[in-house]
């Protein structure tokens, strides 16, 4: 199961951060969605606490073909 721990949460007064994530990523990075299927990755959004701040509307998918384009 999929944690909201490192996930972005909402300011206490309930408004929005408009941040994304900062540069540079460190390299060692890995995503937690590495090995997930996009119906996992859609039922954790849909889940989130109301206090994650992200956007579950809208969400962009990337893989190594994209990288070639």
């Known amino acids: 199961t999929l944690s909201y ?9 309930g408004t929005q951060h408009t ?12 995503s937690p969605f590495s ?12 889940g989130k606490p109301q206090t994650v701040n992200l956007d579950d509307t809208f969400f962009g ?4 073909q994209v990288e070639k384009s």
Do not use: C
Not at 19 to 30: E, K, N, R, V
Not at 35 to 46: N, T
């Open 5 to 13: 721990r490192a996930a972005p949460w909402r300011k206490p007064d």
């Open 61 to 64: 998918v990337l893989d190594k």
């Open 35 to 46: 090995g997930k299927s996009l119906d996992d990755i859609a039922r954790w959004l849909r």
């Open 19 to 30: 941040m994304g994530t900062p540069t540079p990523i460190d390299p060692s990075f890995s």
